[in-house]
Nanobody
Framework: QVQLVESGGGLVQTGASLRLSCATSGRTFSRYGMGWFRQASGKEREFVATIRWSGGTTYYANSVKDRFTISRDNAKNTVYLQMDSLKPEDTAVYYC????????????????WGQGTQVTVSS
């Protein structure tokens, strides 16, 4: 069991960068695959990026590929999402999540969720 707390969101202009952090509670953090999802107003929650427990394998949604970078620091029990070249269509609440097993690109594979952090990109 793990608790997740996101931070780092905010209001920025098109082209700006933000770095989101997800702090976790557990000393077993390294056992979990971690993912970032987002939910825009009126839209379903969608996959953004994921990283395996080892940190060596990552996957990205096509919409953020080459702009976003997911990483993790198991010693700090923290996962990050570096977001560059932000666009208005990136505006959403961003959630981090932890998975014990399954396809990390699927929302159904995640058992634990943070409360979200708002990212707003103005045009």
């Amino acid at each position: 069991q793990v608790q997740l707390v996101e931070s780092g969101g905010g209001l920025v202009q098109t082209g700006a960068s933000l770095r989101l952090s997800c702090a976790t509670s557990g000393r077993t953090f390294s056992r979990y695959g971690m993912g970032w999802f987002r939910q825009a107003s009126g839209k379903e929650r969608e996959f953004v990026a994921t990283i395996r427990w080892s940190g060596g394998t990552t996957y990205y949604a096509n919409s953020v590929k080459d702009r976003f970078t997911i990483s993790r620091d198991n010693a700090k029990n923290t996962v990050y999402l570096q977001m560059d070249s932000l666009k208005p269509e990136d505006t959403a609440v961003y959630y981090c999540a932890a998975s014990m097993a399954g396809d990390l690109r699927s929302i159904s594979s995640y058992q634990y969720w943070g409360q979200g952090t708002q990212v707003t990109v103005s045009s």
